[in-house]
């Protein structure tokens, strides 16, 4: 009897070790977006010139949300069909248009709060639930998946009301490059007249 | 950002025209050019993106874009100049409210007692307590929106959505939301009455009703919409991939609702018996 009972405890222990672990990394992904969260909502509603706000969101985006592991997602195919060269530059004009399209819509998000949800795994990858209100809107559900949650968390998509931000903009690039003979110095010149564009306007 | 970028409204248009989209779309179908085999990446991201008639939806999103810009978006901008906040949001509730019964029909067709019920509740208490729908006490009472129209509930009974297309007016759909915003214009009763002549109140009533729905629902995505054909490279591209991930969203929404019917105070079915 008692061999019994130590043999299922040996048989049961680890089945329930992956069940905590997998327990842990919600619970750090959930924490994670927490903290990340909490400086986005201060940086948004703080006082301080754009400039300013610009600087702090790029900081947020270099230490918290894999923007070289998006960029790759982004480019979908055609990143193994470009140069190690058009890679790279593809790369720093990738984090520059992350940073422009954000502050561009700071405005918007003035006096924005969010709440937590659950998280939950997904293949090896956290979904942590959130929703984010804003003043005279409805509120919105929003999803942020996190790499690597137990290790080293990592955004890597924001999925606002079952729209993906990384298969959003995959598929508007895949579209551009399909027009544009799929030649990636098109897409990256592209890229370039954007950030021109639109990151005067956010100053 | 909200990306109920078209919020569907039954009340557009009638069914003349849409016999006259539908061959219009025929008629002038131009195809996108299939990549060869030889090319499995581009054929997989062709079938992936599942838009044949490419060439003639961006016809039709040029003219829509150029109506936007030279009737609905300026009008969508002086009416959010005009028009305060408050009264703006209780319009709103009034148009949804007028919905409720195309809304109750399809959560019936889609078997969610649930959601009929919200429905039901909604319409009960922001008729009366809401004033003719003008303020939304349901939600505050624990009866929340949803999303129901026919293409959500053909979703539901396993019809595909098929290829892409951009009508004109309508903006971005697919043959299953087409055929969806057909019969939920038949199913609004509005649609039925006062159709014989000399009742001038029920034609002024539905034009006024179509016409402020479709500034409302223009308002209300100004922000998105600005935002989106600023950032992105190709905005057809993009509408094209938020209309469908938002409608999927939807229906994935629509069948997770499994909250059940029995009140909470009936006993819940037995257990299976623990051995």
């Excluded at chain 2, 499995?40 to 008639?53: G, I, K």
Aim: charged residues 20%; contains cysteine.
């Amino acid at each position: 009897m008692i061999l019994r009972r130590s043999l299922l405890t040996l048989v049961a222990v680890p089945a329930l070790l992956p069940v905590s672990a997998r327990a842990q990394s919600t619970e750090k992904a959930s924490a994670f977006v927490k903290s990340t969260g909490d400086r986005l909502v201060a940086i948004v509603n703080g006082p301080g010139a754009a400039a300013g706000k610009r600087a702090a969101m790029t900081q947020i985006l270099n230490s918290d949300v894999d923007v070289d592991g998006i960029g790759r997602f982004c480019l979908g195919r055609f990143w193994r069909q470009a140069t190690p060269d058009q890679q790279k530059r593809y790369l720093e004009l990738f984090h520059q248009v992350l940073v422009t399209n954000i502050t561009a819509k700071l405005g918007e998000y003035q006096g924005v709060t969010f709440t937590m949800g659950r998280a939950r795994m997904q293949d090896d990858e956290a979904v942590v639930s959130t929703t984010v209100v804003r003043p005279n809107n409805p509120p919105t559900g929003v999803d942020w998946i996190i790499a690597d949650p137990a290790s080293a968390p990592k955004i890597i998509d924001v999925v606002a009301e079952g729209t993906s931000l990384r298969l959003t903009q995959r598929q508007d690039y895949a579209s551009y490059l399909t027009h544009n003979n799929n030649n990636v110095d098109a897409l990256i010149s592209a890229m370039k007249n954007q950030i021109a564009q639109n990151g005067n306007q956010a100053g | 950002m909200r990306p109920a970028l078209f919020s569907r409204s039954a009340s557009l248009g009638t069914p003349l025209l849409l016999a006259f989209l539908a061959l219009a779309v025929l008629g002038l179908a131009g195809c996108a050019t299939k990549p060869p085999a030889s090319d499995p990446d581009a054929l997989a991201d062709y079938q992936q993106t599942n838009d044949p008639l490419e060439p003639t939806n961006r016809v039709f999103y040029a003219i829509n874009n150029g109506l936007d810009t030279v009737i609905l978006r300026p009008a969508a901008l002086a009416y959010r100049y005009v028009v305060p906040e408050p009264v703006r949001n209780g319009l709103h509730n009034v148009l949804s409210n007028i919905g409720s019964p195309v809304q109750l029909t399809n959560d019936v067709l889609e078997g969610k007692p649930r959601r009929a019920g919200d429905t039901t509740m909604r319409f009960l208490i922001n008729t009366t307590v809401g004033v003719l729908g003008i303020f939304d006490v349901a939600t505050k009472w624990g009866y929340p929106d949803h999303d129901a129209d026919f293409g959500m509930t053909l979703a539901n009974w396993g019809v595909p959505e098929g290829p892409f297309l951009f009508l004109p007016v309508l903006g971005p759909s697919d043959p299953r939301d087409a055929a969806g915003f057909g019969v939920d214009i038949a199913f609004d009763p509005f649609t039925w009455v006062g159709t014989g002549p000399n009742k001038p109140g029920w034609k002024a009533f539905k034009w006024s009703r179509f016409g402020v729905g479709a500034i409302d629902s223009r308002e209300r995505v100004l922000d998105a919409t600005d935002s989106i054909t600023k950032t992105a490279l190709d905005p057809y591209a993009t509408f094209r991939s938020l209309y469908r991930q938002h409608r999927r969203a939807q229906i994935e929404q629509l069948e997770n609702d499994h909250r059940s019917t029995s009140p909470d105070w009936y006993p819940p079915p037995a257990a299976p018996a623990a051995k």
